[in-house]
């Protein structure tokens, strides 16, 4: 596995806005999915831009700012963006469950058409743009999806999934909740929303 920041054709710029950690990566043409580990995470804001540009800003509240860490590295053709603390970082009030820790808000922002995955817990995925596949995992965490293009999969285990779209060819279903919808004219994009516990909510665009 190679970090962004040694590759010749890609290079990192970091810098500090008061409590943010933002980390931006400019990726080449052989990078064809990004991978986002929301482990410690409890917000996801996801947009896309017409750039060859990843970029990612963290924040944190309170006296753990200074331990937060991220990382954008590459594998093959994919790559990888995670946020987590520094090694060496205990939480007092859990020092024998520091992994439990889920305190970090990322606002993530990727090129646009690539293939992009999500898998996170407790942490609440708000996204929107272009994608050429967008896939999100989670468990208890809310999923909300506006206006978001092109093919889309979202499963949760508890989580509600709500999806605003002017058009689409959607499958929804819920094997314990309910599925409220309007009526969404079919549409080229094409979303699969699963969840075993949680409701779904389908609402067209205004």
Known sequence: MKTLLFLPALFFLVHLQGQKLVKKAFIGPRTESIQIDAQYCY????TTSPTDEVQVSASIEGEYAKDLLVSIEEKGTTVL??????????????????HKVVSIALQISVPEYKEVSVFGTNSNVNATGKYKNLHITLSDGICMLENVSETVEVATQKGDIWLTAPSGHILAESAYGKVDQETIPFGDNQFILKTVEGQIHLKKTK
Do not use: Y
């Open 81 to 98: 963006v995670s946020a987590g603390f520094q090694p060496i970082f205990i939480n007092p009030n859990d020092k024998l469950s520091a």
């Open 43 to 46: 917000r996801i804001d996801l």
